[in-house]
């Protein structure tokens, strides 16, 4: 018991104390931002950097932009994810396992070696540099990784439910939306978290394509900081924090959603 | 209220393998017709046929004289009960039942009245404000059957809406059912493999068997004369014995059992039929029922002298196995508990041979 609490410490500890770092050094004053002690809080800590953020920079554009860009990348994918695992679970039709198989083998593939290609291709639809390139990229990303996961959770949802729906008096999509989706819950969120994540804290396919810097997102703001002969390690820690605050918002905020036996007393068990 | 009628339903699944064959039934208005027959025999899915939950892959179905084959399940103004209750877990037990109203657009307080009303019939009153997990198996179960009467559909179907209960239960909705058919006046429609739930509710059988309509009778009718020896054997608990043996003799006909255990005279009023099968081989067939303990005086019948294997006590009855030889194929009797006979010991026993039923060996059909 002692032993097993002893590991979850280390292990809180060896994630925490990164995330403590960065709010170490966001709260440094400005000439002691390389400094290397262990302290836990420093002396003459400062919001300044938070102030000069929100300020003097470009941070709630960027925030803006990210926003847009994972707010669409979410509804896209639960849209299109909570649809294409519907079909893929219940209806028989040519081709299934073979799209199936198609979705899981794009997923074998690092996104990096995808870049050219995928920058050719927006180039020739006009959609470089611009909000709904960026979008199009990160929903087709994230969808293979969705419509599995959604797929695999409406297997487990017993099928005479819509039957139930359709004698009671629905059509197939009425029952789908009545019925299939409210007890789809939890497979909705990590849906709509996994698009939310691919958008949000996302740089390399970002760095290609939001070339303007009107369009950045966060990851690409940020990097701004980091300049040839110097890094505003201050401005850096403070936007890290202010990047993760929506994300655990949205956590926090789904989390509830996140049970399991939401089809318990549906059918004998 | 409607008639059902089903004309030379066929379905096929992928790859033409055939689980319904040319069924053809009519079932009159208000009428409580069973289907029943062994897993896999094609009952179920001649259910969701009429429901609409599966396609119809050759024939027609009729509800209330309309051709419904291309109706959504939602057109057919059907309701269903489900084996493993389908209830919708989101919901409340009153969502639940009201679901289908409100979908039809009734007005709320109709709804009210009406999903009460059903509550109050099944005596789930005060259980309309759970939700499915918080009821149990029997209440889940009500609630389903709720969900079923409360939009007053023209036929009502069930698809072994008993299966998941335990047997007390089961006895009990059973007679609810049947009381609920009463009260109702509406045509129903219920699938079972339990031959017990098949004769105690239904007004017409229909035995099936690999996809093929084995006989539509009453109740009695099927246990007293049925068509085949599927049917013999599947109606009635315990099941029909049977025995293969020669019909021998020229004037007055005698069954001789094959391995030479037993000979009894056919009765006169059966002989004219057997006739043409004298030095044929044919099957035999008696309830456990059927065949008395010797010792029992002022009864006729076949003498037969069989090996106790086992003996067990039902309380207002005993059945008792037996077989001719230790190894022999085994065979059931069923007594009343007066003494219990010893296992393992020789017993003389009557067979009551005016109540015997003779098989073709080949075709299964009777003679």
């Known amino acids: 018991m002692i032993s097993s609490y002893a590991m979850l410490v280390l292990f809180s500890v060896i994630a925490l104390f990164p995330v403590w770092q960065v709010v170490s050094i966001s709260l440094r004053p400005g000439n002691k931002l390389l400094s290397t002690d262990l302290e836990f809080i420093p002396s003459n800590p400062s919001l300044k950097s938070f102030v000069t953020l929100l300020t003097e920079r470009d941070f709630l554009i960027w925030m803006g932009n ?119 819950a ?50 850096y820690g403070a936007a890290s924090l202010m990047v993760m605050i929506p994300v655990v918002i949205l956590f926090l905020t789904l989390s509830r959603w996140l049970v399991s036996g939401l089809t318990l007393g549906s059918v004998k068990g | 209220m409607a008639s059902v009628r089903l004309e030379n339903l066929k379905k096929n699944y992928e790859g033409g393998k055939s689980v319904v064959n040319n069924v053809n039934v009519d079932i009159d208005d208000k009428e409580f017709v069973v289907f029943v027959g062994p897993s896999g025999c094609g009952k179920s899915t001649t259910l969701r046929m009429i429901a609409g939950l599966e396609d119809v892959t050759e024939g027609n179905v009729f509800i209330d004289g309309r051709l419904v084959n291309e109706l959504p399940p939602k057109d057919r103004d059907i309701a269903m009960v489900f084996q493993n209750y389908a209830l919708y877990p989101h919901m409340t037990v009153f969502d639940n039942i009201a679901f289908g109203l409100k979908l039809r657009g009734f007005p709320k307080p109709e709804v009210m009245k ?175 029922e059927h065949i008395y303990r010797g010792s029992l005086k002022g009864l006729k019948g076949a003498k037969v002298s069989v090996d106790v294997q086992v003996v067990e006590p039902m309380g207002n009855e005993i059945y008792v196995y037996f077989s001719f030889g230790k190894n022999g194929k085994q065979h059931t009797a069923r007594f009343d508990a007066t003494t219990m006979p010893s296992a393992g010991k020789r017993l003389e026993v009557l067979f009551d041979t005016s109540k015997a039923h003779f098989f073709d060996q080949e075709t299964e059909m009777v003679i």
């Not at chain 2, 036929?155 to 007390?168: I, M, Q, R, T, Y």
């Not at chain 2, 094959?258 to 035999?284: C, D, H, M, N, W």
């Open chain 2, 114 to 288: 009406r999903v009460h009303e059903a509550a109050s019939i099944l005596g789930i009153e005060e259980l309309l404000d759970r939700k499915p997990k918080a009821l149990s198996g029997g209440q889940r179960q009500r609630a389903a059957i709720g969900r079923a009467i409360v939009r007053k559909p023209k036929v009502f179907l069930f698809d072994e809406p008993l299966s998941n209960l335990d047997a007390k239960l089961r006895v009990q909705m059973r007679t609810e059912i049947s009381r609920l058919h009463q009260r109702l006046e509406t045509t129903m429609i219920y699938v079972t493999h339990d031959q017990t739930e098949a004769m105690t509710m239904g007004d017409k059988i229909v035995v099936m068997k690999d996809g093929y309509v084995q006989q539509i009778a009453e109740p009695l009718e099927l246990y007293n004369h049925p068509r085949n020896k599927f049917v013999a054997g599947f109606i009635g608990s315990p099941a029909m014995n049977f025995f293969e043996g020669a019909i021998v003799g020229a004037t007055a006909l005698i069954f001789r059992e094959q391995q030479g255990a037993f000979k009894l005279s056919i009765p006169r009023e059966k002989s004219r039929k057997l006739r043409g099968y004298a030095g044929k081989t044919v099957v035999l067939g008696l309830r456990p």
């Open chain 1, 66 to 184: 990210s926003a847009l860009i994972s707010i669409a990348v979410t509804i896209t994918g639960v849209a299109i994810a909570s649809m294409a695992g519907y079909g893929f679970s219940r209806f028989r039709f040519p081709g299934k396992n073979m799209g199936l198989l198609s979705l899981l083998t794009t997923q074998m593939f690092p996104a990096t070696m995808l870049l050219l290609p995928m920058y050719i291709m927006l180039i020739k639809l006009g959609l470089i540099n611009t909000y709904v390139g960026a979008i199009v990229m990160y929903s087709a990303t994230a969808l293979p990784f969705c419509i599995w996961t959604m797929k695999g959770y409406y297997d487990t949802i017993p099928t005479s439910l819509e039957e139930a729906a359709r004698i009671d008096g629905c059509s197939q999509f009425a029952a789908f939306y009545r019925i299939i989706l409210p007890l789809a």
């Open chain 1, 186 to 235: 939890p497979a909705l969120v990590i849906t709509a978290l996994f698009s939310f994540m691919t958008a949000w804290s996302e740089y390399v396919v970002a760095a290609q394509i939001l070339q303007d810097s009107s369009l950045w997102t966060l990851p690409l703001g940020l990097k701004s900081f980091e300049a040839s002969m110097s890094t505003e390690w201050g401005l």
